[in-house]
C-alpha cells in the first residue's frame, strides 16, 4: 500500500524541541520531493517545508526559518521534522505530504501540488 | 503572500445535490497553479484537482474545477454521502505557495 505515517509528535513545552519523521512506503520514496505541511487546531493549511530529491535544496516557511531542520534519509524511506525553539503557535498536526514531481531520467521537477499525504502526528506546545 | 478565502465557510447540503465551494485569491494567480484538496475527519488530505480543472488519478468525474485570475470554483455535481468533509484550495504559482481557510460541507 502506498502510504506515508509520521510519528515523534508530543506534548512539550514552550523553548523546547522535537523530531518527527515520516516514513514512505509502497513507492520509490527517494525520487521524490517532500514536505511538511501543518494544521492548527481549527484553522486551515499551512506548508512549512520543503526538501527536493536528493536533498540537495531546502526550503521553509518564515514562520519556522531558523528554527525548524528538515532532512531525509533514503536507505530508511524517511522524512524528518527537527523543531527547536518551539512555540505555542507552532501546535498543530504535521503532515508530511509527497509532491507530485518524480525524477527520471536525470529530470526531477518540483510541481508543488501533493498527491500523498501522512494523516499526521499531533505537537502540542504548552507549559 | 497570495492570500486564498474560501466561501461558504460551511455548506449543508443533502445527498444528491450540487455543492459549489468558492476560492478568492488576493492576487492574481500564476498560470493554471491551482488546486483543490479533500479532508474527510481524521483522515489525511487527498488531491483532488490541480491545474484549475484536471482531477487527479482516481477522482470521479463528479468533482470538477474551473476559475481564472483570482476567481475559482470546486464543484460537485451531485453528492454522495462520502464526499462531506473538508475542501481545501492551494494556490503554487508564487512562493510562499499558501491554502485556503477551507469550506465544510455538511449534510442537511
Known amino acids: 500500500e502506498v502510504q506515508l505515517v509520521e510519528s515523534g509528535g508530543g506534548l512539550v513545552q514552550p523553548g523546547g524541541s522535537l523530531r518527527l519523521s515520516c516514513v514512505g512506503s509502497?513507492?520509490?520514496?527517494?525520487?521524490?520531493?517532500m514536505n511538511w505541511v501543518r494544521q492548527a487546531p481549527g484553522k486551515g493549511l499551512e506548508w512549512v517545508s520543503y526538501i527536493s530529491s536528493g536533498g540537495s535544496t531546502i526550503y521553509y516557511a518564515d514562520s519556522v526559518k531558523g528554527r525548524f531542520t528538515i532532512s531525509r534519509d533514503d536507505a530508511k524511506n524517511s522524512l524528518y521534522l527537527q523543531m527547536d525553539s518551539l512555540r505555542d503557535e507552532d501546535t498543530a498536526v504535521y503532515h508530511c505530504?509527497?509532491?507530485?514531481?518524480?525524477?527520471?531520467?536525470?529530470?526531477?521537477?518540483?510541481?508543488?501540488?501533493?498527491?500523498?499525504w501522512g494523516r499526521g502526528t499531533l505537537v502540542t506546545v504548552s507549559s | 503572500e497570495i492570500v486564498l478565502t474560501q466561501s461558504p465557510g460551511t455548506l449543508s447540503l443533502s445527498p444528491g445535490e450540487r455543492a459549489t465551494v468558492s476560492c478568492r485569491a488576493s492576487q492574481s494567480v500564476s498560470s493554471t497553479y491551482l488546486g483543490w484538496y479533500q479532508q474527510r475527519p481524521g483522515q489525511a488530505p487527498r488531491l483532488l484537482i490541480y491545474?484549475?480543472?484536471t482531477r487527479a488519478t482516481g477522482i470521479p468525474d463528479r468533482f470538477s474545477g474551473s476559475g481564472s485570475g483570482t476567481d475559482f470554483t470546486l464543484t460537485i455535481s451531485r453528492l454522495e454521502p462520502e464526499d462531506f468533509a473538508l475542501y481545501y484550495c492551494?494556490?503554487?504559482?508564487?512562493?510562499?505557495?499558501?491554502f485556503g481557510g477551507g469550506t465544510k460541507v455538511e449534510i442537511k
Open positions: 491545474g484549475i480543472s
Open positions: 492551494q494556490q503554487y504559482g508564487s512562493p510562499p505557495l499558501t
Open positions: 509502497g513507492f520509490t520514496f527517494s525520487r521524490y520531493p
Open positions: 505530504a509527497r509532491d507530485r514531481g518524480y525524477c527520471s531520467s536525470g529530470s526531477c521537477p518540483t510541481y508543488w501540488y501533493f498527491d500523498l
